[in-house]
């Protein structure tokens, strides 16, 4: 799966930050500069979606993320992830457009996949039906998604994503 990072988010992740715990907070896979930058959705047919994501490069292992959805601004803190063998990124909502979110907050996390393929990034969730959105420990949610990593539906919901020039 190349590119894990351009990972970010689609109309989906606004609602779908779901767990209370990060799946794992180990990051030291390098950022993939390809995926930095603007992007824009691609609308399903007959939608009129007007979804944006910036990609910047935080750290060496980091990512920042701006998401514009609405008129409304989401931060994210991103990191790509290995779990099993299986190459994620791992999402923490930071801030909105009203301020930084308390980290007490709960539902601050999301893992998502995505695949970069003719210029084109598309994103899927973490299936909350196979991976419990309910699990209170990164142990318990781990073990869950290591449980389901051979289910063909452990990501779903994808958005597509054009590159835009800022």
């Not at 799946?23 to 993939?32: D, K, L, Q």
């Not at 695949?115 to 073990?143: A, F, P």
Request: charge should be negative; include cysteine.
């Amino acid at each position: 799966m190349k590119g894990i990072l351009a990972l970010v988010f689609s109309f989906f992740v606004l609602t779908a930050c779901q767990y209370k715990v990060p799946i794992t907070t180990v990051h030291n896979i390098p950022v993939e500069h390809h995926v930095l930058g603007a992007w824009k959705i691609i609308p399903a047919e007959n939608e009129n979606d007007d979804t944006h994501i910036r990609i910047f490069k935080f750290s060496d292992t980091e990512y920042t993320v701006h998401y514009l959805e609405d008129g409304g601004d989401l931060y994210f803190r991103a990191y790509i992830i290995d779990i099993a063998g299986i190459t994620a990124v791992q999402l923490e909502l930071i801030g909105t457009d009203d301020g930084p979110v308390a980290v007490a907050e709960n539902d601050r996390y999301q893992v998502v996949s995505y695949q970069l393929e003719n210029g084109l990034l598309k994103i899927s969730t973490l299936n909350s039906d196979l991976v419990d959105d309910e699990l209170s420990d990164s142990e318990s949610l781990r073990n869950a998604f290591i449980h389901n990593k051979n289910n063909p539906e452990l990501f779903n919901d994808p958005g597509v994503f054009e590159r835009i020039s800022d």
